[in-house]
């Protein structure tokens, strides 16, 4: 059986649903909170953004240099 598709068709996916997922819960958060700055929001959501991306590089590093260490190729076949 051939698994090349799977992450063609699940990761976008996948991607697709979180985002969904994370917008309607910042816009229910968003509204219980009621009369909230919109400027604060955007802040606050791109601090979290820009959090989330140096996190996900550092873990792509480590682990990219934890491969490295154990002796694991890395190669495209």
């Not at 649903?17 to 606050?44: C, P």
């Not at 996900?56 to 076949?77: E, I, K, N, S």
Request: with cysteine.
């Amino acid at each position: 059986m051939n698994w090349d598709w799977f992450p063609i068709v699940f990761f976008p996916l996948k991607i697709l649903v979180l985002s969904v997922g994370m917008y309607f819960a910042i816009k229910w958060h968003y509204e219980q909170a009621g009369n909230v700055d919109k400027a604060a929001v955007l802040r606050t959501g791109g601090k979290m953004v820009a959090v989330f991306l140096l996190v996900l590089a550092c873990v792509g590093l480590l682990t990219f240099v934890l491969v490295r260490t154990v002796g694991l190729d890395l190669g495209f076949q």
